[in-house]
């Protein structure tokens, strides 16, 4: 877990307004995810990658935009398309190997809109 | 794709009392199956994990275990503590997809 940093811890979004939300990760790890968690929900997948330079889309990415340039970089963008953003987002990390599924979170950053 | 139900959403015990969260999946072909603990704020940490060839799995107060006949697997807390309060989620492995699908979670409370 301590591999993965996200940030900002908090972060506030205007009307009308992009925000891009930090993940970073050392362990040199293929995969990344981006989830978004509701209060008092699960855990919903909103995009992943599975290399560097390629991404799919998961169960909710409509309104969000990613980029996977770096290996060790996959920032989010929560664009002013998405009309109800205010979440926790958890940003998580696998080796991506056959027996190595294993997916390690970041601290997460939480969202709220002003 | 992989769906994953678990149950019940929400467990109330005292403590020292067990707890069993179950989870039942749809993809035949999943073959590994993690847990998460998160508490209020926190991230979720992976507690223990199955895959499809061991039927059970133990460490210390935590056991799971997979009926793959069934599609069901289970998360068994023995000797709860208050500590042990918390959000669990189950997850199971989307084969098509290579990632995980996780339950809605169950918030366990353990009443000293």
């Known amino acids: 877990d301590g591999g993965i940093t996200q940030s900002p811890k908090y972060l506030f979004r205007k009307e009308g307004q992009n925000v891009t939300l930090s993940c970073e990760q050392n362990?040199?790890?293929?995969?990344m995810y981006w989830y978004r968690q509701d209060p008092g929900q699960g855990l919903r997948l909103i995009y992943y990658?599975?290399?560097?330079?390629?991404?799919q889309k998961g169960d909710i990415a409509e309104g969000y935009s990613v980029s996977r340039e770096k290996k060790e970089s996959f920032p989010l963008t929560v664009t002013s398309a998405q009309k109800n953003p205010t979440a926790f987002y958890l940003c998580?990390?696998?080796?991506?190997?056959?027996?190595?599924?294993?997916?390690?979170f970041g601290p997460g950053t939480r969202l709220l809109v002003l | 794709g992989e769906n994953v139900e678990q149950h019940p959403s929400t467990l109330s015990v005292q403590e020292g009392d067990s707890a069993v969260i179950k989870c039942t999946y749809s993809?035949?072909?999943?073959?590994?199956f993690p847990w998460y603990k998160q508490e209020l704020g926190k991230r979720p940490q992976l507690i223990i994990d199955?895959?499809?060839?061991?039927g059970e799995k133990k460490d210390q107060r935590i056991a799971v275990t997979l009926n793959k006949t069934a599609k069901h697997f289970s998360l068994h807390i023995t000797e709860t503590q208050p500590e042990d309060s918390a959000v669990y989620f189950c997850?199971?492995?989307?084969?098509?997809?290579?990632?995980?699908?996780f339950g809605t979670g169950t918030r366990l409370l353990v009443s000293p």
């Open positions: 998580a990390s696998s080796t991506g190997q056959p027996g190595q599924e294993t997916q390690y």
């Open positions: 362990l040199n790890h293929d995969a």
């Open positions: 990658s599975q290399i560097v330079n390629d991404f």
């Open positions: 993809d035949s072909a999943s073959n590994y």
């Open positions: 199955i895959r499809s060839n061991v």
């Open positions: 997850a199971g492995m989307d084969t098509g997809f290579q990632k995980l699908v």
